[in-house]
C-alpha cells in the first residue's frame, strides 16, 4: 500500500511546472496525479501540450497525464499543489485554492509580502512555517477542518543572498549592511518569451525588471522571526538593515552567481576563520529531519581562489546546495564573498519541493 501523498502542479508546462515534475517523477513521499495549465493545454495530453525544454528526458509517467484547467474541483484531492503559474494568473487561482482548504506552496511572487504568508528558503527560514502549524492547531483546537494555505518559495537571487547568511547572523548577531551584485543564468527569465539569444550571447544585460526591488525587500522577511502570536512575522526595519541590490543577466544557463559583502552590527566582528567555521559547521532543519532532498552540506565553502564557478558547482548535493568562495576582508564592509546557488533548484522549484517535504515531516500535510 502506497504511504505517498498526492501532489498537483498548477503552471505544469512552464519551465518551473517542468522541474516540478521532473523532482516529483521519481519522489518517494509525493505522486503527482494532476497537473494544470491554461485553457489553451487543457484536455491535452502532457506530452502533446508541453514544449520540454529539460535536459532530462520527460517522464514516462508524466507523458499521458490529461492536463486540467486550474480549478479546486480538479485539484480537490491533492494533499499539496505545487504552483509554477504564470504571475498574471496566479493570484485568484491560488487563493480559491488556499480557500478550498488546499495547501500551496508557490513560486509565484503574488502572495510573498502577505503578513501571514511564510516566504520560505528551505535551508534558511524554515522555522517561519510555525505560523502554518499555529493556523492548523488552531483549526483544530476548535474542532474546525484543516485550513487550507500558501506557503511561497523565496525569489531565486534572494534565496542565494540569504542562504549563507542566515548562518553568519545566527552565529554572530544582525548585519546593518548587505550589497549584492548577481550575475544571473537566463533560466531564470524563464522559456517564454524568456531572454533572447541576440541579447545574450557576447552580452551582458545590467537590468532584471522588478528583481532588485524583490531582494532588498524578501531579505528583511527571511532574516526577520515569527512575531509572538505566531500569525504573522516582525520585519527587519529599514533603520536596522539597509539592502543594496544590483542585477545582471549573464550567459549563463543555470545557476545565479552574486558578489556580496556585509557588516556586522556587533563590535567587533567576527575574523575570515571563525565566519567560513560558522558556514561550514551549518546544517539546515530539513537535513536535521532526514528530508528526501535535504542537502548533505546546505553550503559549501570552497578554498579555491577560481570557484565558485557556474558549471562546476551549481550540482553540487543536486542543487540544493549552495557554494560560498573568496571569503575575505572588505575595505568597506567587514566581509566579502562569491555566491552561487541553482536558481531552478533551490531557487524555485526544488525549494518548493523541499518545502514540502518538511511540511510533511512536521505532520501539516
Ligand atoms: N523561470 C524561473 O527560473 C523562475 C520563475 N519564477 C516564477 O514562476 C512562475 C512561472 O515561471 P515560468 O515557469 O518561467 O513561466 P512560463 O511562462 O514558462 O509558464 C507559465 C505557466 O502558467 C500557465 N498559464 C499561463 N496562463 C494561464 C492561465 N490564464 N491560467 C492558468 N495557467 C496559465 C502556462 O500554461 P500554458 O502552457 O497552457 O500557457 C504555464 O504552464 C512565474 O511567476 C515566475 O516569475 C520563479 C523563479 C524562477
Ligand atoms: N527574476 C528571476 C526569477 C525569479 O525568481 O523570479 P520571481 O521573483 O518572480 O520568482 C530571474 O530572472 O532570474
Given at each position: ?244 541590490a544590483q542585477c545582471t543577466r549573464v550567459p549563463v544557463s ?112
Amino acid at each position: 500500500m502506497t504511504t505517498q501523498k498526492k501532489a498537483g502542479v498548477l503552471g505544469a508546462t512552464g519551465s518551473v511546472g517542468q522541474r516540478f515534475i521532473l523532482l516529483l517523477s521519481e519522489h518517494p513521499d509525493f505522486k503527482l496525479e494532476v497537473l494544470g495549465a491554461s485553457a489553451r493545454s487543457a484536455g491535452k495530453r502532457y506530452e502533446d501540450a508541453v514544449t520540454w525544454k529539460q535536459t532530462f528526458l520527460l517522464p514516462e509517467s508524466a507523458k499521458d497525464i490529461e492536463i486540467s484547467e486550474c480549478t479546486v474541483e480538479a485539484f480537490k484531492d491533492c494533499d499539496v499543489v505545487f504552483s509554477g503559474l504564470d504571475h498574471d494568473y496566479a493570484g485568484p487561482i491560488e487563493k480559491a485554492f488556499k480557500e478550498a482548504g488546499l495547501a500551496v506552496v508557490s513560486n509565484a511572487k503574488n502572495y510573498r509580502r502577505e503578513p501571514d504568508v511564510p516566504l520560505i528558503v528551505p535551508i534558511t527560514n524554515t522555522d517561519h512555517l510555525s505560523v502554518i502549524e499555529e493556523k492548523i492547531n488552531k483549526a483544530k483546537t476548535a474542532g474546525q477542518e484543516k485550513p487550507g494555505f500558501i506557503a511561497c518559495i523565496s525569489n531565486c537571487s534572494t534565496a542565494g543572498l540569504v542562504a549563507p547568511l542566515k548562518p553568519l547572523v545566527d552565529d554572530f548577531g544582525p548585519l546593518d549592511l548587505i550589497t549584492t551584485t548577481t550575475l544571473q543564468a537566463i533560466s531564470g527569465a524563464g522559456y517564454s518569451p524568456g531572454v533572447p539569444g541576440i541579447d545574450i550571447i557576447d552580452n551582458i544585460v545590467p537590468f532584471i525588471g522588478s528583481e532588485e526591488e524583490k531582494i532588498e525587500w524578501e531579505t528583511k522577511k527571511i532574516l526577520g522571526t515569527v512575531n509572538a502570536s505566531k500569525d504573522g512575522f516582525n520585519l527587519i526595519s529599514e533603520e536596522d538593515l539597509k539592502v543594496s541590490a544590483q542585477c545582471t543577466r549573464v550567459p549563463v544557463s543555470d545557476g545565479h552567481t552574486e558578489c556580496i559583502s556585509f557588516r556586522f552590527k556587533n563590535r567587533p566582528a567576527p575574523s575570515v576563520e571563525q565566519v567560513k567555521e560558522s558556514l561550514r559547521n551549518y546544517v539546515c532543519e530539513a537535513s536535521k529531519l532526514g528530508c528526501h532532498s535535504a542537502p548533505k552540506n546546505a553550503i559549501h565553502v570552497l578554498e579555491q581562489e577560481n570557484r565558485p564557478q557556474p558549471r562546476l558547482d551549481r550540482d553540487r548535493d543536486n542543487g540544493f546546495g549552495v557554494s560560498v568562495g573568496r571569503v575575505r576582508e572588505d575595505t568597506v564592509l567587514d566581509f566579502k564573498m562569491v555566491v552561487l546557488s541553482h536558481n531552478t533548484i533551490i531557487g524555485a522549484a526544488g525549494a518548493g519541493i523541499l518545502i514540502a517535504e518538511i511540511l510533511l515531516k512536521k505532520g501539516l500535510i
